[in-house]
Every structure is written in structure tokens, then in C-alpha cells.
């Protein structure tokens, strides 16, 4: 192919920079120039990124033709091939959409919320009546009566974030209720800094390389980094695969012992064809305390180490041993008649934790249950007996499933964002910060409880929080129908709202309940850059807008400037900026920041080259500095020691979370637990597999490679099924008593008997808008209790679930989870 003098000269320039910079940080600059280029008679190349991993895109013809992953990708995601599918939708949102019995009657009733009518309106109906909504909430109520805060993930790129976009021109109106926490982690994020001075959760963790140096014993619990770490919080890098690789090479070789303790046997165990320790659902900590017990009995704990680095463990030793609260000893008798493994069993495993070096993994998926607190503590307990926290390969860590934790960080500075708050200085235009006496920030899970029961107070990590009775709520790049719980409660509780606004890109079930829906892009549609390797920092990422918004959908940045217009601060809203010159903006101040380490070229260098490279950063110990000197480097916990017993967790006076760990029965639990007689199997509704939670959900395509009749698949024990009359590849009816759904059946003895699992994340599909009416598609948040993990967190315990299940007879219903709304023009 003949390349233009210009190009040429571009080609000479950037290999000039490239000498300059290192052949490592850019690409080949002839090819960058000929793919550039491209074959104008299938298209050109684009480079973008995503939370699957970076990719070239082929765009013909003004279209998305073929996605391909970046060469520095070695291990692509299969959920790359989704991409198109998300661009090009049925499900798309096309038009400004207002809610038809919102708009007609307009008296703010909500008891047909959810019916799915809607009338398309112009952008500047909608945006005026958007505008309106919020003048008369304040003025009507005041800023306890509009909430606007949200949870969750968000398209990747650093300039078009969805949440500060819509918080800062939101905020430049007025104030409003917001949240803390999150659905992943709430519990464990909230009892970490109390036992081990941060959250943890979203800390980087010891290097994947000291763990495969070092380690002899790996345990996973409840830990599947396999089907996790396919996706990330920022564009992914994959890494972690390359250690899971030599992890395999090592498992086979018998160099490594990995054991999952799981009710299942997850990806990643099948993948190393590692050992498998079945446990009971939701009875970790029993195992656990029998496990404590064995080392407290047989003097195998760490002495030195709980007498140098640790506090309390008096004061949990006679909880342990029986002498104190329930005065039941915690012996592995004691714990085999509820976790199911065997009294010598724990004895054996207890034994094999100390003898080597150990490292314990945990996932997130144990801490989102009742009590959800406690594993997570008590794991940090049971590192502390075999004393090997801050050694290489040894502690415990609770992050190395996400976002490539584990993988060396370069260090590098990663660029900036668009701005969440109103800028200092500024007020909003109502600046009444009078909230009447209810709490402006709320616990994540709690939200729906405001609008059940507003004004009731309830206790939260040390604090008193009032229950605000807002009557607006606004939702941008978020889907709270699908990450809440209980979905005929918030049925109910959406009836009470006056008016819901959300800007999405897609019809998801929250644009369904809601009455003002705007159609923003999807991030393949604007300019941003991102960061490569959330965690490793492996390198700098431009995300090239590969085609123009689809039908009359904006980028959230213009969305809000002409919001910001209607009330005079469009001009504050943008810092007087269009989208390039912020993302140039963002990049310049990156490049300053990283002056000295990694020389950045000039934006437009970068922007064409698509990617910067900064390759592999150092290994790292987490907590090594802590245990070379605990007083220079102590934790953030109170004492600056790991509190196994915790004095000001105590003096909350918490009846479900006290001053050290606890085993608390749950609410519902199979295997003989509580509901298990009306309602005998555990529904595990994990992190999915082909999905980031409901992220990809209307691929119609890629969602057709897993569904089953096209439900979400259910996965069954094939004796369980057997007995209920269920073969593979029928529909299947699931229920408890607060709700029911369809789904389709998956025979699988990767499941216990009396263990089903249904992935989060599949869209709600109500056949209509009724409390009770049975989710078409396979949702199974219609199953799941809205209940706290305790007095401390208030965080979702969506594994404490029982439910039922049948062959499903009778007429199927189509399903209405995807496609859009019924409008009248």
C-alpha cells in the first residue's frame, strides 16, 4: 500500500520520538502509519479500550465492522467479541422518552411505574422538564428530598465518567442525598480498617511473582480469579493469566498445593484441577473458628508474631475455648455439623496452614451474606495465628480477583478526571444546606429502606443515620434495578417516588421504572482517554470515538451542559471546554505529573499511536513494612496493630457485630438452616461470567452463546435435578416467597447437592409492572432479602438466600427484558 508524503513525514517524525522515548513505550512507527492508514476498500483501524481490554476496531462504511484485542493483550476476554453487540441494539435508548401516565396526569403517582408506556418527547422537552423537576424539588422540599447519589460501574474512560458529570451539574443546582459504600465490598470494606488499617479490598496485594516464588500452600476462598479477572475497573491488561498460567505449571509439578474452599467448584479451580474443600454455604466462619481452635488447642499459632503485631487476642481466645457470649466451645465437632467438612478433616487442614508458607486468598462473594463482616475479620484472625502477614507469599489478601491486583505497578501517575463537585468557590443556585434533620449521606444498601421507611433511624459504623424522604431521584450510567436486592420490594417502594430521571444508554430496567429517560451515548461514541492496567499501571490508553453517536444520543458532557444552561452555569459546567481540549487537558496534566519517570510524547503523538507502554513495574510485599517495623510503619487501625479484638467496635454495643469475630446463624441457610425445610437451595448469585454484572447483558448475540431457551442459565446438580423432574435444557421455575423467575437449566456436578447458582447481573424481565408478576428472563434479585449485613456496614446480603424450584409447565412468557419500551409517538 503507498502511503502519502504526509503520512510519510508523520511515519519520520513519530519514529524520531520513538528514539527518543525507548523502543518500548510506542508502537512501530511505520506500522502505526500503515494501520493508521488503513485498506480504504475495508475501512481503518481504530484504537479503543473497554473494561474487557483494549481493541482495534475496523470501521466501514461509517460502522463498527470487526473488533480484534491490542497485541499487548495476550489473554483476551471471549466477551470482547460482545462489543458490537452493544453498540448496535435493540435495546438501544434512540430518543428523549417521558413516562406517558407521568406525563399526562402529572400528580406524581407512581402505581403504574414500571408498565414500560412512555412518548417520545424533543430534547428540549425533556431537558426543560428535567430542569423543572429539580427547581420544584427544591423549592417544594429542599435537598433531604432529591437523591443523587449512585453506585456502581460506569463506561471506562477518565473524562466521560457518568457519575461526575451528573453530580456536578447537579450539584451546581443544588444539594442532594448521596451514598457510601458499595455493593461489591460493603461489608469487608467497612470491618477492614478496623482489623487491618484500610479497606484492603482495593488495595494492591503482594506480587503475583513473591506468591509463585514462595508460597507452598494457596488457598482460594471463595475466591475464582479466573472468571473475574477478565474484566477490570479501567481498561484491562489481562496480566494476571500469564501467573494463573505458571500457577497451573506448578499445581501439575505439586510445587504449589492450591485448595478452593468453596460450595463450589468455581473456574478457577477447574482450570488448575487444584483440590476442592466442599463447604456448606455461608458457614465459613464456623470453619474458621474450628480451624483457630485447632491452633489455640494443639500450640501451633504464631506467638511471637500475636504478641509483636497483633491486639485482643486475649479477649477472643475465651470465646473460642467456650468460657465466654454462647459459652460453646469451637472445636471441629463442633463446626463439622454445620460447615460439612469433617472434624479430623479441619484438624488436618488447621496442620497444613502452618507447617509452610501460606497464603490465603479471599474473593468478595463470602462478605456479601448476613453478618457478611465476620469471614472477612476472622480471616484476618487466622493469618494473624500462622504469623506469616507482611512475609513473601504468605498473609492474606482480598483483592486478587480484581482489576489485575497482584500484578507489579510501574508507578506511573494516571491522568485525571472530569471534576464531581462544584468548583470551590462556587455555590449552587439553591444553596440551602437545610436537610431537616435527615442524614444527607446513606449506607449503599439502604437507599430503598428511605423510601419504605422514612424517618426511622438506624445505626451505622458508629453513627446514627436518619432515613431521608426524598421524592426525586436521578440516575446516570447506573443500574440500580439490577445491583439492589429484592425487586417486588423496590417495586413497592418506586410507587412513592414523585419523579425518576435517568440518562442511559441502554433500556435497562431502571429506565423502565423511571419517568424522564435520556439517551446518552455508549463510550464507543465520544473521545476519552484511560488508563491501561488499573492496578499494574502498564500504560496510557486513547479511546478514539469509533463512530458517531447512534440516533439522537449525546455524550453525558453535552447532556449536562445543556442542563447547566437552562439555570446559568453552562460556562462553569465546562470550564469554558470542549471534549478534545479536556481530554488534551487531562493528558498534559498527566504528562507533567510523570515528568522524570516516563517521558510522555506530545498529545497529538500519543493520540495517534493509540497506546503507550510503560512495561512491568517491581515486586511488592503487601504489609512488609509493617512487620519489619510496626511502630514506624504501623497500620491504620486505631492501636496501629491487626485488632483481633476491636475496643471501639465493642463499644457500639452491636448485637450483630461485637468486639471480635463471631459465628451468627443466618436468617436462611440450607443444608438444615434456617427456610431450608420450606425452601432447601442455596441460590449463590456470584459475579458473572460472560458479563461485567449487567454490563453486556444486550449483546443479542454474544448473550445468545450461554443462555438456555433464551433465559439465564441455572446451574443444578444433576441429582437435584433428577428428583425435581428437571433435564438439562429445560425452563425452570424459581421461587421463594418474595418472588419468582424463569430460568434455564444447566446440569452441572460442579454444583453440591442442595447449591444452585444464577449469575447477577441478568436484566430484569417483569412480565408487567405488579408486585408478585414472575421475571421472565432469570434476574435473581427477585429472589434475593433486602436485609443489612449488620448494625455496622448496613451492606447487601444477597448469598443469604433460600429458594425453590421447579419444572416449569404451562404457557412460556416471552421475554421483556430487552427491545425498549410500548410508546405512543
Not at 420450606?678 to 448475540?701: A, G, I, T, V, Y
Request: aromatic content about 12%; glycine content about 10%.
Amino acid at each position: 500500500m503507498s502511503l502519502s508524503r504526509r503520512k510519510f513525514l508523520k511515519g519520520l517524525a513519530t519514529t524520531s520520538a520513538a528514539s527518543v522515548i525507548g523502543p518500548g513505550l510506542l508502537m512501530s512507527a511505520a506500522k502505526a502509519a500503515t494501520e493508521a492508514a488503513g485498506d480504504q476498500a475495508s475501512g481503518i483501524w481504530k484504537v479503543s479500550g473497554s473494561h474487557w481490554g483494549a481493541f482495534r476496531a475496523r470501521i466501514y462504511n461509517g460502522k463498527v465492522a470487526e473488533i480484534k484485542p491490542l497485541e499487548l493483550d495476550k489473554h483476551p476476554t471471549e466477551m470482547i467479541n460482545g462489543i458490537k453487540g452493544i453498540i448496535y441494539n435493540p435495546s438501544r435508548v434512540r430518543y428523549p422518552m417521558v413516562r406517558l401516565d407521568w406525563l399526562k396526569k402529572h400528580k406524581y403517582s407512581g402505581e403504574t411505574r414500571g408498565n414500560n408506556r412512555f412518548v417520545r418527547v424533543t430534547w428540549d422537552e425533556a431537558l426543560d422538564l428535567f430542569y423543572q423537576e429539580l427547581e420544584r424539588v427544591q423549592k417544594d422540599y429542599g435537598p433531604w428530598a432529591l437523591h443523587a447519589g449512585q453506585t456502581g460501574w460506569r463506561q471506562t474512560g477518565q473524562f466521560h465518567s457518568c457519575t461526575s458529570h451528573m453530580q456536578r451539574a447537579v450539584g451546581m443546582h443544588g444539594n442532594y442525598i448521596t451514598k457510601v459504600g458499595d455493593y461489591s465490598t460493603g461489608a469487608g470494606q467497612t470491618i477492614l480498617p478496623y482489623v487491618l488499617g484500610s479497606t484492603e479490598v482495593y488495595a494492591q496485594g503482594t506480587s503475583w511473582s513473591e506468591i509463585l516464588d514462595n508460597s507452598k500452600n494457596i488457598i482460594l476462598w471463595a475466591c475464582d480469579p479466573n472468571k473475574n479477572l477478565q474484566v477490570g475497573w479501567n481498561c484491562e491488561t489481562h496480566e494476571s493469566f500469564a501467573y494463573l498460567e505458571l500457577l497451573k505449571e506448578k499445581v501439575a509439578e505439586g510445587i504449589i498445593n492450591v485448595v478452593s474452599v468453596d460450595p463450589v467448584k468455581n473456574k478457577t479451580q477447574r482450570y488448575l484441577a487444584n483440590e476442592h474443600l466442599y463447604i456448606n454455604p455461608q458457614t465459613d466462619v464456623a470453619f474458621m473458628l474450628a480451624l483457630a481452635h485447632t491452633l489455640y488447642k494443639e500450640d501451633l499459632y504464631d506467638k511471637n508474631f500475636i504478641k509483636t503485631y497483633c491486639l485482643g487476642f486475649e479477649d477472643f481466645v475465651p470465646y473460642l475455648v467456650g468460657e465466654s457470649k454462647d459459652k460453646i466451645e469451637k472445636t471441629p465437632e463442633w463446626a463439622a455439623e454445620i460447615c460439612g467438612i469433617s472434624a479430623d478433616k479441619i484438624r488436618e487442614f488447621a496442620r497444613m496452614l502452618v507447617a509452610e508458607r501460606t497464603q490465603l486468598l479471599f474473593g468478595w462473594a463470602v462478605q456479601r451474606q448476613q453478618h457478611g463482616e465476620q469471614p472477612y475479620w476472622m480471616g484476618a484472625v487466622l493469618a494473624a495465628m500462622i504469623g506469616q502477614i507482611g512475609l513473601p507469599g504468605g498473609g492474606v489478601s482480598y483483592g486478587h480477583h480484581y482489576s489485575s491486583i497482584g500484578v507489579p505497578s510501574t508507578g506511573f501517575a494516571a491522568p485525571g478526571g472530569f471534576p464531581r463537585n462544584v468548583d470551590q468557590g462556587q455555590k449552587p443556585k439553591w444553596d440551602n444546606d437545610d436537610f431537616k434533620g435527615y442524614s444527607r449521606t446513606i449506607p449503599v444498601a439502604r437507599w430503598v429502606d428511605c423510601l419504605l421507611e422514612p424517618g426511622k433511624e438506624i445505626r451505622y459504623n458508629g453513627s446514627k443515620v436518619k432515613l431521608p424522604d426524598y421524592k426525586m431521584m436521578v440516575v446516570s450510567g447506573n443500574n440500580p434495578w439490577h445491583h439492589h436486592q429484592d425487586r417486588n420490594r423496590m417495586k413497592k417502594a418506586f410507587q412513592k417516588l414523585q419523579t425518576v430521571v435517568t440518562i442511559e444508554f441502554a433500556w435497562t430496567a431502571t429506565c423502565r421504572f423511571s419517568d424522564i429517560v435520556l439517551p446518552a451515548c455508549t463510550q464507543f461514541e465520544r473521545n476519552d482517554i484511560d488508563v491501561y492496567g488499573s492496578y499494574s499501571g502498564r500504560g496510557l490508553l486513547a479511546m478514539h470515538k469509533l463512530v458517531d453517536p447512534l440516533f439522537q444520543s449525546k455524550t453525558d458532557f453535552e447532556i449536562f451542559t445543556e442542563l447547566s444552561r437552562r439555570f446559568g452555569r453552562h460556562k462553569e459546567y465546562t470550564r469554558g471546554m470542549d471534549e478534545m481540549e479536556w481530554v488534551r487537558s487531562l493528558y498534559a496534566d498527566c504528562r507533567n505529573a510523570n515528568k522524570g519517570k516516563f517521558e510522555m510524547p506530545e498529545f497529538d503523538v500519543f493520540w495517534e499511536k493509540g497506546v503507550l507502554d510503560f512495561g512491568g513495574g517491581k515486586p511488592w510485599v503487601r504489609h512488609a513494612d509493617f512487620r519489619e517495623d510496626p511502630e514506624i510503619n504501623a497500620l491504620g487501625t486505631p492501636s496501629g496493630f491487626v485488632e483481633i479484638f476491636s475496643r471501639k467496635i465493642d463499644r457500639f454495643g452491636y448485637e450483630q457485630c461485637q468486639g471480635h469475630p463471631m459465628w451468627f446463624e443466618k436468617s436462611e441457610r440450607s443444608h438444615g438452616g434456617p427456610g431450608s425445610d420450606k425452601h432447601p437451595f442455596w441460590l449463590q448469585s456470584c459475579h458473572p461470567d460472560k458479563r461485567l454484572h449487567s454490563q453486556m447483558c444486550e449483546s443479542d448475540e454474544f448473550r445468545e452463546t450461554y443462555t438456555v431457551q433464551g433465559r439465564e442459565p441455572i446451574y443444578i446438580n444433576p441429582a437435584d435435578a433428577a428428583a425435581k423432574g428437571i433435564k438439562n435444557g429445560d425452563l425452570v421455575r424459581v421461587f421463594n416467597d418474595r418472588g419468582q423467575l424463569l430460568a434455564g437449566a444447566v446440569l452441572s456436578d460442579s454444583y453440591a447437592p442442595g447449591v444452585v447458582r444464577i449469575e447477577e447481573g441478568a436484566w430484569y424481565g417483569p412480565l408487567n409492572e405488579k408486585v408478585g408478576a414472575i421475571d421472565t428472563y432469570g434476574d435473581p434479585n427477585t429472589l434475593t432479602q433486602d436485609i443489612a449485613s449488620s448494625e455496622l456496614a448496613q451492606a447487601t446480603s444477597a448469598n443469604t438466600c433460600n429458594v425453590d424450584l421447579e419444572k416449569f409447565s404451562g404457557d412460556v412468557p416471552p421475554v421483556t427484558s430487552f427491545g425498549g419500551p410500548l410508546y405512543d409517538s
